[in-house]
T-cell receptor
Framework: GEDVEQSLFLSVREGDSSVINCTYTDSSSTYLYWYKQEPGAGLQLLTYIFSNMDMKQDQRLTVLLNKKDKHLSLRIADTQTGDSAIYFCADAAGGTSYGKLTFGQGTILTVHP | DGGITQSPKYLFRKEGQNVTLSCEQNLNHDAMYWYRQDPGQGLRLIYYSQIVNDFQKGDIAEGYSVSREKKESFPLTVTSAQKNPTAFYLC????????????FGQGTRLTVV
């Protein structure tokens, strides 16, 4: 079946950039998503990218997609302590574009003052 | 305000008992989903429904049951057959169109005592 992999931990200093990486196996992926989860809460959609795009920028967030290598990354510029959370990469299963998602394990981002 | 409401936020269950988690949405979404979250494993799909009175099994449906009698509601029953029910349960909803975002509830933490 499909698989989405992420590294589990990332620690950065406040003001630095954070880069969270993700790899996926589904070659029919059309949409790839980044979600943020704060402690004890649900998931908040940060951004998504369509598979025919290489890059998408949204304020402090930059998403890069390398479709050949099936590699996705999320860059957060000027990382703040409020960015500390778990970040999930997700793939719309089977090429669909809605909520039937395959998630990575989540990357715990810790931002130090 | 439009959104997804899960209740209760915390739930305790004795071994051998069934328990039902509530999920209601007022976003007029056709599709609804249940995910289970365990530490270090990301989210896994339990059941989903794209239309009233119809639902499909996800990756980990054993020991769970659902119903979809109304568009707004998608309750999840954790039965005594679920061997390891202690987890964080997240409900989501979405439309069915291209690029539709999935919205998540705030989750229910179930603990078996």
């Amino acid at each position: 079946g499909e698989d989405v992999e992420q590294s589990l931990f990332l620690s950065v200093r406040e003001g630095d950039s954070s880069v969270i990486n993700c790899t996926y196996t589904d070659s029919s992926s059309t949409y790839l998503y980044w979600y943020k989860q704060e402690p004890g809460a649900g998931l908040q959609l940060l951004t998504y990218i369509f598979s025919n795009m290489d890059m998408k920028q949204d304020q402090r967030l930059t998403v890069l997609l390398n479709k050949k290598d099936k590699h996705l990354s999320l860059r957060i510029a000027d990382t703040q302590t409020g960015d500390s959370a778990i970040y999930f990469c997700a793939d719309a299963a089977g090429g669909t574009s809605y909520g039937k998602l395959t998630f990575g394990q989540g990357t715990i981002l810790t931002v130090h003052p | 305000d439009g959104g997804i409401t899960q209740s209760p936020k915390y739930l305790f269950r004795k071994e051998g008992q069934n328990v039902t988690l509530s999920c209601e949405q007022n976003l007029n979404h056709d599709a609804m989903y249940w995910y289970r979250q365990d530490p270090g494993q990301g989210l896994r799909l339990i059941y989903y429904s794209q239309i009233v009175n119809d639902f499909q099994k996800g990756d980990i449906a054993e020991g769970y049951s659902v119903s979809r009698e109304k568009k707004e509601s998608f309750p999840l029953t954790v039965t005594s057959a679920q061997k390891n029910p202690t987890a964080f349960y997240l409900c989501a909803s979405s439309g069915l169109g291209t690029g539709t975002e999935a919205f998540f509830g705030q989750g229910t933490r179930l603990t078996v005592v």
